[in-house]
């Protein structure tokens, strides 16, 4: 069973950036594709990012390409979301899942465990 732990999300401007972090613990963490997931208000969950077991595969939303990067640091059991030039469009509780197999995946569906989500809100 893995646990994620989201920490990062807050308030910022638009143009602005943040960082987000997602800790995984109770599993072998390479064994693991991530992802990060959103959802704001009133909206279905959706696609950010992903990254497979060994951070060299790299999936992102048409939405965030460009200004969004996903890491994954294997001897910390940790993946990032840096996100620049927000806009209030992003403003959504951020999710970090991960799956029972390696490969990274756009599907949330196909995702086994997540966090608990970490808010970010993005003023105009």
């Known amino acids: 069973q893995v646990q994620l732990v989201e920490s990062g999300g807050g308030l910022v401007q638009a143009g602005g950036s943040l960082r987000l972090s997602c800790e995984a613990s109770?599993?072998?963490?390479?064994?693991?594709?991530l992802g990060w997931f959103r959802q704001a208000p009133g909206k279905e969950r959706e696609f950010v990012a992903a990254v497979n077991w060994n951070g060299e595969v790299r999936y992102y939303s048409d939405s965030v390409q460009g200004r969004f990067t996903i890491f994954r640091d294997n001897a910390k059991n940790t993946i990032d979301l840096q996100m620049n030039s927000l806009k209030p469009e992003d403003t959504a509780v951020y999710l970090c899942?991960?799956?029972?197999?390696?490969?990274?995946?756009?599907?949330?569906?196909?995702?086994?465990?997540w966090g608990q989500g970490t808010q970010v809100t993005v003023s105009s």
């Open positions: 899942a991960a799956r029972d197999i390696t490969q990274a995946s756009m599907d949330l569906t196909l995702y086994d465990y």
């Open positions: 109770g599993g072998t963490f390479t064994l693991h594709a």
